[in-house]
Nanobody
Framework: QVQLVESGGGLVQAGGSLRLSCAAS????????MNWYRQAPGKGRELVAS???????DYVDAVKGRFAISRDNAKNTMYLQMNSLKPEDTAVYYC???????????????????WGKGTLVTISS
């Protein structure tokens, strides 16, 4: 299993920046893809950005050019650098990890996802 803890949320003015962190513990060597999701009040949870173990990244169109996802496997930590923040970025941001099977690493997971409890990001105008 994997435990995930988000941090770095807060209240900033539009145009400002924040860096979110997600600290992972447990079977971290079994993590294939890590993701940042967000959920605004009254809205469903949406995928914001993802990064694979090989470093491939993907972003939702609304944050392209403003957000950057990265991961430090040695530190078992994922980051989301958020620049040029807009009021519509206000949401609870969640970290998730997708675990995969890898016999060489003694990983025996199939389509298992773990979630953190979230960190609140509020952007004022």
């Amino acid at each position: 299993q994997v435990q995930l803890v988000e941090s770095g949320g807060g209240l900033v003015q539009a145009g400002g920046s924040l860096r979110l962190s997600c600290a992972a513990s447990g079977d971290t060597v079994c993590i294939a893809t890590m993701n940042w999701y967000r959920q605004a009040p009254g809205k469903g949870r949406e995928l914001v950005a993802s990064i694979t173990s090989g470093g491939t990244t993907d972003y939702v169109d609304a944050v392209k050019g403003r957000f950057a996802i990265s991961r430090d496997n040695a530190k078992n930590t994922m980051y989301l650098q958020m620049n040029s923040l807009k009021p519509e970025d206000t949401a609870v941001y969640y970290c998730s990890a997708d675990l995969a099977t890898d016999v060489t690493m003694n990983c025996l997971y199939y389509a298992v996802a773990y979630w953190g409890k979230g960190t609140l990001v509020t952007i004022s105008s």
